[in-house]
């Protein structure tokens, strides 16, 4: 699977929590959401930058829905082609998103902040670990979250041989 090819697979399978998704797919699509990221930090701290507070999160929201929801999605389908469930991404993204809405205790004590704290130590622990089971090759049988990607396009017909690779002579 080409650049393209994984792009075009992820928004097709926008809302696709199921399934597998190749080492291929995954990272294709990884470089991608990188890609569209550096836009959004850029119009993010150029807003921080001209104090207007109010616009610094609008891009990082588009972003969330154009590259994060399709990101989500083909991560998950990722460890289910490791045979491993998708709960570790619900939880890496789950304990981030839930430190962001909470955000820091005003108070100064730094008690106030240990959930906060505890929140972000283990969404970063999980994300390490997330990361790193997206390195993991593929299962090469099916699982429980369905046949493996690369035989999934074609149907095998096992009465006809494949054909020889090019350039090969029989010996006789």
Not at 17 to 23: M, N, P, T
Not at 95 to 116: H, K, R, T, W
Request: hydrophobic share 50%; glycine share 8%; net charge neutral.
């Amino acid at each position: 699977m080409n650049f393209g090819q994984s792009i075009a697979t992820c928004y097709k399978k926008y809302f696709v929590f199921s399934g597998r998704a190749r080492l291929s797919e995954y990272w294709w699509f990884a470089l991608f959401s990188g890609i569209l990221a550096i836009p959004a930090f850029i119009f993010s701290l150029a807003m921080v930058l001209t104090m207007n507070m109010y616009l610094v999160m609008f891009p990082w929201v588009i972003f969330f829905f154009a590259v994060g929801i399709p990101a989500i999605a083909v991560s998950v389908r990722r460890l289910h082609d490791m045979g491993q469930s998708g709960i570790w991404v619900y939880l890496s993204y789950g304990l981030q998103i839930m430190v962001l809405l909470i955000g820091p205790a005003e108070s100064s004590d730094a008690i106030d902040n240990i959930p906060a704290i505890i929140g972000n130590i283990v969404g970063g622990i999980l994300s390490i670990a997330v990361f790193v089971m997206t390195l993991i090759p593929s299962q090469q049988k099916e699982n429980k979250y369905g046949p493996i990607p690369a035989l999934n396009t074609a149907p095998i017909d096992s009465a006809t041989p494949p054909p020889p690779p090019s350039g090969y002579t029989p010996l006789s």
